[in-house]
């Protein structure tokens, strides 16, 4: 099953991707809640209740709405370094021997397919192309083997990187940047876990065209199993949160010479039976100062 959030005739909510339709849960089940977060907290209920769901005909068709972020606003979007050998290997960096982890603000959410700001500040704007799951269920120190069982299920995302940000001072400043407005492109269907083996997925990212990653998930250093252990041993997850899992190599700050991106590039992140993700890289627009 594939779960969206849509936003049509300026109302936002929940649905279901059926090929090229959308299934509106607030007509086929109006008990549900309409947002992603408070429906996987309604637990295997809500979830049993979409799955009937399912079996309906689309009511919109996919041209007719826009597809939001599958979560608009996460508790926590918590996110991997170098956790694809290759990616450590061109950054210069040893293989970790544990999961090193940083946060993105959940103000830098965008949509699967919305533009991508370009701030003034930086020369050096770049891609990651990387697996994201979602936490379905309130969960703590919960052990490897059980880890599958507390996740709703797997998208796309590009934990998009202000370089010069990221890597000015010692230690590095991870969540300044990767934390900008727009910098989280996430989608486009939060996939349920029981529709794929998200340990052997292609992953590609393009830019204009060109092919700059093209992995397999089995080369993460950490799965999505450890990592969840691992974060959950420390503090609680909760449904909704979003953790993003590190990029592959090939991202442009590596290139000889670097390649940032630049406005009107096109950067798309697909991952095998998740679909894709699109964004144009934009000019950060003057009107998104706010005091």
């Known amino acids: ?3 969206v959030t849509f936003t049509e005739n300026a109302n936002t909510r929940m649905g ?47 041209a007719a709405v826009k597809l939001e972020s ?11 370094g170098l956790n694809y050998r290759a990616h ?15 946060t993105k603000q959940n103000t830098s959410i965008n949509g699967p397919y919305d533009p991508v700001h370009n701030p003034a500040e930086t020369k050096m704007l770049d ?4 697996l994201a799951f979602i936490i379905g269920k309130r969960c703590r120190r919960v052990p490897e083997d059980k880890a599958a069982e507390v996740i709703a299920g797997y998208c796309i995302n590009n934990d998009v990187s202000v370089r010069n940000w990221q890597l000015r ?15 989280c492109p996430l989608g486009p269907a939060l996939v349920t876990a029981d529709e794929l083996d998200p340990h052997n997925l292609r992953l590609r990212t393009l830019v204009n065209g060109e092919v700059r990653q093209d992995t ?9 199993y450890e990592i969840l252990s691992f974060l959950s041993t420390a503090f609680t997850l909760e449904p909704g949160d979003v953790v993003v899992t590190g990029t592959p190599s090939g991202v442009g700050m590596a290139m000889k010479p670097p ?19 699109e964004n144009e890289i934009v000019d950060e627009p003057a009107d998104t100062a706010q005091f």
């Open 127 to 130: 891609y990651e192309g990387e």
């Open 88 to 102: 450590a290997e061109e950054s210069g960096m040893e293989i970790p021997s544990h999961p090193i982890i940083f």
């Open 70 to 80: 599958p979560v608009l606003r996460p508790g926590k979007i918590l996110a991997v």
């Open 259 to 277: 390649s940032a991106l630049a406005a009107g590039d096109i950067v798309r992140v697909e991952i095998e039976g998740l679909g894709y993700i």
């Open 169 to 183: 001072g010692t230690p590095p400043q991870f969540t300044m940047g990767k934390s900008w407005d727009t910098h």
């Open 16 to 62: 279901i991707l059926a090929g090229n339709g959308i299934i509106d849960l607030s007509r086929a089940a109006p008990s549900l809640p309409t947002e992603v977060a408070a429906f996987l907290n309604a637990g295997e209920p809500a979830m049993q209740a979409a799955r009937e769901a399912a079996d309906g005909s689309p009511d919109f068709d996919l």
């Open 216 to 224: 397999n998930t089995s080369d993460l250093i950490f799965n999505c």
């Open 1 to 3: 099953m594939k779960l």
